[in-house]
């Protein structure tokens, strides 16, 4: 974006024709504000984050609604927001206020577009990034093409209106989650059943039973992973030489960088040094693999279709036992707060930085039926849909408002209406 584009009402300025540092102080009893990189200005007791503050607050910053405030050692990474709040901020921070006649909305989106972002950049002073800073008086004369006066608040009102939509869609997909953490819990200690005996036994006790895990129903039993399974080992103890193509070795990051198994970013071995290692640990369709080092208990089942691969020793398989137990089941365990409980007690006084195999042995499951576990699995199976469909709908939420926010800002789209885009 040049400040000398020519575009129909918009105009080459600069960011302090339209943006004023103010400088006023505040006081003790002002709230105190934070800038964050993707929430913009909020109350600091909303970031939970400890209150660093000084307590004498006397050389802090008024702030008022509609004021932009920016990082001004951050600015380079694009910390910046506008207020809806009054306020006081610390002095790191540095407060701006829209010339009249501007759209403070309109403004804050251009200060986070990637071309000013990466001016912010070229423009801080320091040594390293840790020491680059942005003062208002080298921000002030840096090029600005602005939008029209009469188009800014238009461009605001649709970047507005799909970032409350992105917010939704984050709200509702924590809400899922928190549904499914509450399902997860019910299912794998109190069964299927009645639904409020399921969430409250005391109603029907006799459908339950006492065990070492608490209350279960009665038709359940609590295993050992021993028993529920007929391999459990770790893989290759040694890191292998890596070759440009081979045979897939997994390590944690394929495991934990997704939902399933990935296979982006795959190192790679030779197929002689693959048959060594696939002697102690060989992966199959179902076999469940779990992280016993970094985050501790992430695990994956093995779909078909993937190519023979090896593991490294950072990685644990389970081989379930077909008869008795369903690999979703065993999976679903480590997401449970039976296997924090009990993987805090196996490392109690030791700080535990690593699930040994020996540990896997002795976790203990409280054991449905087969045909219980497949229902129980169907109905976490169930709400996994509605999470990820949620997510798919909020990532292209996202790449709208990013192509969207990149064509407003820079003039290749105009809004010549409140419901229509000339292109």
């Given at each position: ?213 608490g209350r279960i129903p009665k038709d359940w039993d609590v ?173 292209k939420l996202q790449q709208i408002k990013q192509a969207l ?6 003039g290749n789209v105009k809004i010549i209406t409140d419901a229509?885009?000339?292109?």
């Amino acid at each position: 974006m040049k400040a000398t584009e020519k575009l129909q009402g918009w105009q080459p300025c600069t960011f302090g024709d339209v943006l004023k540092e103010r400088v006023e102080g505040g006081s003790q009893d002002d709230e105190l504000l934070s800038v964050t990189n993707s929430r913009g200005i909020i109350s600091q007791s909303e970031s939970n984050k400890r209150d660093t503050s000084n307590t004498n607050k006397s050389k802090y910053k008024r702030v008022y609604v509609d004021d932009i405030v920016y990082n001004t050692m951050r600015m380079w990474q694009g910390v910046s927001g506008r207020s809806s709040y009054n306020g006081i901020v610390s002095p790191a921070y540095t407060v701006c206020t829209p010339v009249v006649g501007n759209d403070s909305k309109c403004l804050a989106a251009l200060l986070k577009h990637p071309l000013n972002v990466s001016l912010f950049r070229r423009y801080s002073q320091g040594l390293v990034d840790d020491t680059l800073s942005l003062k208002y008086d080298v921000f002030a004369r840096l090029p600005l093409l602005l939008p029209a006066k009469e188009e800014q608040p238009r461009i605001a009102k649709v970047l507005d209106e799909l970032e409350a939509a992105i917010r939704l869609s984050e709200e509702l997909i924590t809400k899922l989650k928190q549904i499914r953490a509450g399902l997860l819990q019910d299912l794998l200690t109190r069964g299927i059943g009645n639904y409020e005996e399921c969430r409250n036994p005391e109603i029907n006790p006799e459908q339950f039973k006492d065990s070492q895990l608490g209350r279960i129903p009665k038709d359940w039993d609590v295993k050992s992973m021993t028993y529920l399974t007929t391999k459990i080992v770790d893989g290759v103890h040694a890191r292998p030489n890596y070759v440009a193509s081979g045979v897939p070795f997994l390590t944690v990051e394929n495991i934990t960088s997704g939902a399933g198994i990935s296979m982006k970013n795959v190192r790679f071995i030779k197929q002689e040094d693959h048959m060594a290692f696939y002697k102690r640990a060989d992966p199959r369709p179902n076999d469940v693999l779990v992280t016993k080092d970094g985050t501790l208990g992430v695990a994956r089942v093995v779909p078909s279709g993937l190519p023979e691969f090896s593991i490294f020793v950072s990685l644990a398989l389970l081989r379930p036992n077909s008869k008795i137990a369903l690999p979703q089941f065993i999976s679903t365990f480590f997401q449970t707060e039976s296997f924090r409980k009990q993987l805090g007690t196996l490392s109690t006084g030791t700080g535990l930085k690593h699930i040994h195999l020996e540990h896997f042995r002795k976790f203990n499951l409280a054991t449905p039926p087969k045909d219980e576990q497949k229902k129980i699995i169907d109905i976490l199976d169930k709400q996994d849909l509605r999470i990820n469909a949620e997510g798919e709908r909020l990532h292209k939420l996202q790449q709208i408002k990013q192509a969207l926010s990149n064509d407003l800002l820079t003039g290749n789209v105009k809004i010549i209406t409140d419901a229509h885009i000339e292109v």
